[in-house]
């Protein structure tokens, strides 16, 4: 059983929140890293982080849900509203994510991050 892995696009990068999941544990890069620059385009992004096996979260929706589409191998795609979270409950909800969930469960998988708020 493979822990979650996950990257933070470029639209999700915020330091506070990779900080504090990289803390508790979790193995969690960001947008910009050595793979990627932080003017990626969503493509760039989903297939980097597809290639570096990591589920990828976005507040970007719309454009998402068009590449998930094309793009069914990805590696997992968790999706959020920004206007309706607080840092905290971020920290939180992406916590309970990564510890609930496997590195298989996201394997071509569109989640909704509401669904793992506590």
Do not use: C
């Amino acid at each position: 059983m493979a822990k979650a892995r996950l990257h933070l696009d470029a639209d999700a990068s915020i330091k506070a929140v990779y900080n504090a999941l990289r803390e508790r544990g979790h193995d969690v890069m960001r947008t910009p890293n050595d793979w990627i620059t932080f003017d990626a385009d969503d493509k760039a992004q989903l297939l980097g982080a597809t290639a570096q096996g990591r589920a990828l979260f976005t507040f970007n929706v719309r454009d998402f849900l068009v590449l998930s589409k094309g793009y069914s191998t990805h590696h997992g795609i968790l999706l959020a509203v920004q206007s309706r979270w607080t840092i905290s409950q971020l920290i939180e909800s992406l916590d309970h994510a990564l510890t609930q969930t496997e590195d298989s469960d996201w394997l071509g998988a569109v989640r909704w991050l509401n669904d793992f708020k506590k």
